[in-house]
């Protein structure tokens, strides 16, 4: 097994804002006082530790910006990067705060080799504005030990011992009584751990000794991190496809590896909401080594027979730039099986269900694009609605009309709603200039691409301001108008500007 | 061609030879007593093309008609990739709000309202489609003919598919096309024959009602 570590000596503060130079650390409370809990390579080389605490690390270095430790915001901006990293690895892990872990023996060579998956995760890495240095060895303590202490780069298989040979022997961040014990009998680095006989170690040392000596030797030391699969992967179901060229080859495999996916979810009682088509292509340059499409499903199912067909009619609109090696599915939302019935509004005539016909246009279309609308309370023309979701949960009878209320204030409200002016039925999103010819204040001709217009017919003025606190404050004077048979909303500022907002269509 | 374009034209080849079922175009009552004299009924399935001038009175003819299919409890696509539609005024001319599905595709170049509009129809989940095309001189019209795809579509789906523009469009080959003006409505094509003796002469649009009379 291959392995690249990377260590990130700065991410807890790059994460916060700043840089690997700046002198900064994190604080946290810790047995009655704050205390640090990591500190920039700039600040560590200035003498601030972790678990000092803030006092003394004031005192040592009086410019010293502490933050405090944000412990819920790290682990999900760790997972965050472990996730970046899946287009270098499909097992990422991050068994230190600073340090990830994955397996790169399969993956390796999608990359032009090790050094060039080293390579491209440290470009990543910048990207994201991580300083790092990374390994990659036989074993995950021996590169963990190299990145932080030795000077990156690639370990040859089965040179680990003599990599690993000259560094102290913290190095390979042993429990404080083991390096004590270690110390004492004289052993200060990994190369004079390794020449130790292992039964001895083993005796005197235990289980711990017995695995750091086998690192030391160049060997693995498995245990040290957990490669479990987590309970993502069970939702998980992948085929190589030996270069399909494509997506109609792909449809072949489609329906034998939803059956997998389906038999994994069905032992564990969920059905699909949501699902992940990656296509591994083969490296070439120029070209992103994954193309992934998410399929949603309207209503919860793991049938094969339902889900085939919107993954093929997904794939329908994908363009593969290379050839394709592996095709892996992914349930990444689940739900329990419910089952579906139609709703009162459903058509008989449907030939696919309202649910699944909304999740694939959400697909395709984004999930703003799709909306049912509402009124609400504003005079602003342009948010007297807003898009809600659709279908709503419950759609509510129109209300019988209700006796006049009591409340004077709640009286005039009501007046007020009902003698609100129509509105147009198409809306500018931004209004148009219009030159107009006015007489006493009212329009009488405007200008069209036809030339100068009378106006037929006139309602107004409507005055409507917007709200007196927003930045953008407005008034303006409505009026309907009728010109060349076209109804049209305009409106004049109280400059003389006048535009036209909207049509009575 | 793609290879899903290839498998559609060997599939409609295949039903050719095979003699697919026949379909039954008929009118259904719509609901606006103008529309059913004018027509005798919406064609379903169907397309029907309301051409003329934004602001001539379309959206008060085609909000009429959705309002009388969600007064019947029937859910309506609205497809608005001029993303100008106003809903409130719908309200008003009596379109009940929460039956209305507005789709507004973002414009990417390949004009995805083509394809949701064809999606609507073929699922059959929509009484009616109602789509305001962008202007015939306007980028975003396809340049080879979708009305062969959208009938198919709408076949399928057994719904009507109500196409505001501005101009007919060559592209869209309509059941039923219809022009407005400031002078009413005029059957300028009627695939079925059903128009019921106008003599190509105007008739009124539905009034406006109450609450969305700009008047």
């Known amino acids: 097994m291959r392995v690249m570590v990377l260590s990130l000596p700065a991410f807890r503060l790059e994460r916060c804002g700043y840089e690997a130079d700046a002198v900064a650390g994190l604080i946290a409370e810790e047995k009655s006082a704050m205390r640090l809990q990591a500190v920039t390579p700039a600040a560590q080389a200035l003498g601030l530790r972790p678990f000092q605490t803030a006092t003394a690390a004031r005192a040592l270095v009086p410019e010293v910006e502490l933050v405090p430790w944000e412990e819920a915001e790290e682990a999900r901006d760790r997972q965050a990067l472990v996730r970046a990293c899946a287009e270098l690895s499909d097992r990422v892990r991050a068994p230190w705060p600073d340090g990830l872990v994955m397996d790169v023996t399969s993956t390796a060579r999608h990359f032009g080799g090790e050094a060039g998956v080293l390579g491209r995760a440290l470009e990543l890495m910048a990207s994201l504005g991580h300083q790092a240095r990374g390994v990659v060895a036989d074993d995950a303590t021996a590169a963990r030990a190299l990145s932080v202490w030795g000077g990156g780069g690639v370990v040859p298989p089965g040179e680990g011992a003599q990599a690993l040979a000259t560094l102290p022997l ?234 006049l209320p009591d409340d004077p204030v709640e009286l005039q409200q009501q007046h007020e709603r009902i003698d609100e002016l129509p509105r147009p039925s198409l809306l500018m999103a931004k209004p148009t200039p219009l030159e107009v010819r006015v007489h006493d204040g009212a329009p009488c001709s405007v200008r069209t691409e036809r030339g100068w217009q009378q106006v037929q017919r006139r309602v107004g003025p409507e005055r409507l301001r917007s709200e007196w606190w927003s930045d953008d404050y407005w008034s303006r004077d409505y009026w309907v108008v009728r010109v060349d048979g076209i109804v049209q909303w305009l409106f004049v500022t109280p400059e003389g500007h006048w535009f036209l907002h909207g049509l009575f269509d | 061609m793609s290879a899903a374009a290839t498998l559609e034209a060997l ?76 809903p409130p005024a719908l309200h008003d001319l009596g379109v009940e709000l929460g039956l209305l599905l507005v789709v507004r595709p973002a414009e990417d170049g390949t004009s995805p309202w083509l394809w949701a509009t064809e999606q609507l129809l073929r699922s059959g989940c929509f009484e009616l489609v109602v789509v305001e095309r962008p202007p015939v001189e306007a980028k975003g019209l396809p340049r080879r003919p979708v009305g062969a795809r959208w009938a198919r579509a709408a076949e399928h789906g057994q719904s009507t598919a109500l196409v505001l523009g501005d101009r007919p469009a060559r592209q869209l080959t309509a059941d039923v096309r219809l022009s407005l003006g400031p002078e009413g409505a005029m059957v300028v094509r009627d695939r079925g024959g059903h128009t019921a003796g106008h003599g190509g002469g105007h008739v009124p649009l539905p009034p406006w009602p109450l609450a969305a009379s700009p008047w």
């Open chain 1, 170 to 403: 913290h190095a390979l961040e042993p429990s404080d009584g083991v390096r004590e014990a270690l110390r004492a009998v004289g052993v200060v680095t990994v190369g004079a751990l390794a020449a130790l006989t292992a039964s001895s170690v083993a005796t005197r040392f235990g289980e711990e000794g017995a695995l750091l000596h086998a690192v030391a030797r160049g060997g693995c030391a498995p245990g040290l991190v957990d490669w479990a699969e987590p309970e993502s992967a069970e939702r998980r179901v992948r085929v190589a496809m030996g270069g399909a060229t494509s997506t109609l080859q792909l449809h072949f495999v489609l329906p034998g590896l939803l059956s997998q996916l389906s038999q994994r979810l069905g032992r564990r009682g969920e059905a699909v909401v949501r699902l992940r088509v990656a296509m591994h292509l083969e490296p070439t340059k120029g070209v992103p080594p994954v193309v992934a499409v998410s399929v949603r499903v309207g209503r919860p199912t793991r049938s094969p027979r339902a889900l085939e067909p919107l993954v093929r009619m997904r794939l329908e609109g994908v363009q593969l730039q290379a050839p394709v090696d592996e095709l892996v599915l992914e349930a990444v939302e689940v739900a329990a099986e419910q089952g579906w019935q139609p709703g009162l509004t459903d058509r008989t005539e449907a030939t696919e269900p309202l649910p699944d016909l909304l999740a694939r246009l959400a697909d395709h279309l984004g999930d703003d694009a799709l909306f049912g609308a509402s009124l609400a309370d504003a005079w602003r023309p342009e948010t007297s609605w807003r898009p809600v979701p659709w279908p709503p949960t419950r759609l509510v009878a129109r209300a019988a009309r209700q006796r």
């Open chain 2, 11 to 86: 599939r409609a080849r295949i039903r050719a030879l095979e003699g697919g079922p026949r379909v039954v175009r008929r009118r259904a009552p719509s609901g606006v007593d103008e529309v059913d004299e004018l027509l005798g009924g919406l064609p379903k399935p169907g397309i029907v093309e309301v051409c003329g001038a934004a602001g001539v009175g379309r959206v008060r003819l085609v909000g009429a008609l959705v309002a009388a299919a969600t007064q019947r409890r029937r859910a309506v696509a609205w497809v608005d990739p001029l993303r100008r539609l106003h």
